[in-house]
Nanobody, 120 residues
Framework: QVQLVESGGGLVQAGGSLRLSCAAS????????MAWYRQAPGKEREFVAV???????????SYGDSVKGRFTISTDNAKNTVYLQMNFLKPEDTAIYSC??????????WGPGTQVTVSS
């Protein structure tokens, strides 16, 4: 069983920054894909970023088109935590941000999400 808990959301003005954290517990992630998604009211869930690691090393990152150049995903393997640094935030970034871990077994686990609100 895997538990994910996001934190770091809040209210920020346009142009500001936030750093989200997603702490995973329940097992050690030697190889896993960890991703951030977001969902705004009335909209479908949107891919934000993914980081893939194997044997404790990161080998791939990717971003959604709407956040490229502004958001950065990173990980602290020792803490089983993935971060999302969000800079130059825009009102359209307002959403609930959730992290997901995809294990080599094919299982997916989701966190409950954290609200990010960007005021204009």
């Amino acid at each position: 069983q895997v538990q994910l808990v996001e934190s770091g959301g809040g209210l920020v003005q346009a142009g500001g920054s936030l750093r989200l954290s997603c702490a995973a517990s329940g097992r050690t992630f030697w190889s896993a894909d960890m991703a951030w998604y977001r969902q705004a009211p009335g909209k479908e869930r949107e891919f934000v970023a993914v980081i893939m690691w194997s044997h404790g090393s990161v080998y791939y990152t990717s971003y959604g088109d709407s956040v490229k150049g502004r958001f950065t995903i990173s990980t602290d393997n020792a803490k089983n935590t993935v971060y999302l640094q969000m800079n130059f935030l825009k009102p359209e970034d307002t959403a609930i941000y959730s992290c997901k871990v995809h294990l080599p077994s094919g299982d997916d686990y989701w966190g409950p999400g954290t609200q990010v609100t960007v005021s204009s």
